[in-house]
């Protein structure tokens, strides 16, 4: 994914992060449009004034998918820390945090990549484990 298309998919869901909870906080909204006006190109992008434009608001599924699409399923820790430092600024410009901007950041702290490889070498060693306690059993 070129950097364009990277930034663009990031402001698309922090948009969606900030329709999360059915609403969009005036900080919020602050918050989007200088992220928008700093990308010059995203300012003026179709997809992103209609999104902007609060006209329609964004299900929280859709939020979800862009975040899946934007880690992909190998994601680098950049990408991953860009995302997180992002959407936390986003969540947090309003003082205020909602159960469901909560649960945004609780399943994006589960996909980490250092958590990953942390995980897969510990269920290596589990799996290790097991394998010489079925041998010990049996």
């Not at 900030?18 to 995203?42: F, P, V």
């Not at 299900?59 to 959407?87: A, F, I, K």
Request: hydrophobic share 35%.
């Amino acid at each position: 994914m070129n950097s364009d298309t990277q930034t663009k998919q990031l402001l698309k869901i922090m948009i969606g992060a900030a329709w999360i909870d059915g609403t969009i906080q005036k900080e919020e909204r602050e918050y989007l449009h200088k992220m928008a006006k700093k990308n010059n190109a995203l300012s003026e992008d179709p997809e992103i004034k209609s999104l902007l434009s609060e006209i329609k608001p964004v299900p929280s599924q859709q939020c979800y998918q862009w975040l899946t699409e934007y880690l992909g399923e190998h994601p680098s820790q950049e990408d991953y820390q860009n995302l997180l430092e992002s959407l936390s600024a986003l969540i947090y410009s309003d003082g205020d945090v909602d159960t469901q901007e909560a649960e945004l950041l609780t399943h994006l702290q589960m996909l980490d990549p250092a958590t990953e490889s942390q995980k897969s070498v510990f269920d290596k060693l589990l799996q290790g484990i097991r394998k010489i306690y079925r041998q010990a059993v049996t």
